[in-house]
């Protein structure tokens, strides 16, 4: 099964619809998003499209598809707009591979949750990237509004033990087996 995972999106539709698309074309079948859904934050700027409702409304009709973390700005306020539940966190078996998730504000490439697992994705940073620290695959998608630190807007794509960081645009910018 092809998971598409991405992250703070920050209420831009055209960055929503944008990733649903490049995922779709993927072949995607499952979504996790990892939280900062709706609102663009303090520290941000309004991203391109801000429309937090049309992104609800969008992220609604594909509720079914959806695994989701609760972001840093993630309010109570959007789980009422929201036909899925928000998680603090999720540990799950993709593909024969345990897979942890979280936003990333508390947790990160530098600070790892103790357990077991093979695979650690997070967020809240705003850059894309694949690596490896303390024996695991560590992966952040990026954002799908906001990408920092020269990054581009991107997202990742889990398949059968592959994971690749791919660009809004379409180019592969890293990839690892897990």
Known sequence: MKVAIASDIHGSYPATVAF?????????????????LYYHGIRNPLPEGYA???VAEYLNERADKLLVVK??????????VSNFDFASSLLLDLNGKIVYCTHGDKYDKDHLPKGA???FLYGHFHTGLIEKAG???VANPGSLSLPK???????????????TLH??????????EI
Do not use: H, W
């Not at 779709?24 to 990892?34: F, H, Q, V």
């Not at 630190?149 to 994971?163: A, H, I, P, Y």
């Not at 660009?167 to 690892?176: I, Y």
């Open 149 to 163: 630190g020269g990054t581009e807007r991107s997202f990742l794509l889990l398949d059968d033990g592959k994971l």
């Open 117 to 119: 697992y093979d695979l």
């Open 71 to 80: 972001g840093n700005c993630d309010s109570d306020v959007d789980m009422t």
């Open 20 to 36: 649903f698309y490049a995922a779709e074309r993927l072949g995607a079948e499952k979504y996790i998003l990892l939280g900062d």
């Open 135 to 137: 024996g695991v695959i």
């Open 167 to 176: 660009s809004l645009q379409g180019d592969v910018l890293a990839e690892s």
């Open 52 to 54: 937090p409702l049309k």
